[in-house]
């Protein structure tokens, strides 16, 4: 069995990137709750494997991979990042061709400052994290009136959006690529 750095060295992903397409199919109630589950279900296989090396590049240059703990840190303030970004969108209320700017790229020297003081968080506080993230936003999706993902917003990149998508290609999908990612790095169990 390799070593954990050597396991973390072995397989390291790309750094965050947000697939183009979304599935707005799916219930996002549904593929939060098992984003939650499939959280939790990791947990012990990441805790098994410390300690992880930190990524030397993280940012958005080429040569950029994560490791867990770039993940975690990256999902834990995601969460609030895009509920904060959805009700903005939510509460403008602009209608199609109208929409409300909102959001922010890959580069984003906050988000990367985060990501940075974060990834040496103790494990247990990043996945308290992420568990409060997709719990709140568990609690904003029960509470959504008829019509609020229809209110449109404004990307700075990707352009023009409803709420509903920037919920389901920022947050339900994102959520899933990172566990895919987070798979992706671990040994298999």
């Not at 990137?17 to 939650?36: F, K, Q």
């Not at 209608?95 to 990834?119: C, K, S």
């Not at 992420?130 to 936003?137: K, L, V, Y």
Request: net charge negative; proline share 8%; aromatic share 6%.
């Amino acid at each position: 069995m390799l070593a954990p750095r050597e396991r973390a060295v072995k397989r390291r992903p790309t750094a965050c990137e947000t697939s183009p397409m979304t599935n707005t199919d799916l219930d996002p109630a549904a593929r939060l709750a098992a984003s939650r589950g499939a959280f939790a279900a990791l947990a012990p296989r990441i805790r098994a494997g410390e300690p992880w090396p930190l990524a030397e590049a993280f940012g958005t240059e080429p040569e950029a991979s994560w490791g867990p703990r770039e993940v975690l840190a990256h999902t834990a303030e995601m969460l609030p990042f895009w509920l904060g970004e959805y009700e903005r969108v939510v509460e403008a209320g602009h209608a199609a061709g109208d929409g409300a700017p909102f959001g922010r790229t890959g580069a984003d020297a906050l988000r990367l400052g985060i990501l940075e003081r974060d990834r040496t968080l103790p494990l247990r506080e990043l996945f308290d994290r992420i568990d409060a993230g997709i719990e709140r936003w568990e609690r904003r999706l029960a509470a959504s009136r008829p019509g609020e993902d229809a209110a449109a917003g404004l990307h700075s990149r990707l352009g023009e959006m409803t709420a509903g998508e920037l919920r389901d290609r920022f947050v339900t999908t994102h959520l899933e690529e990172h566990l895919e990612q987070l798979d992706g790095i671990l040994p298999e169990p």
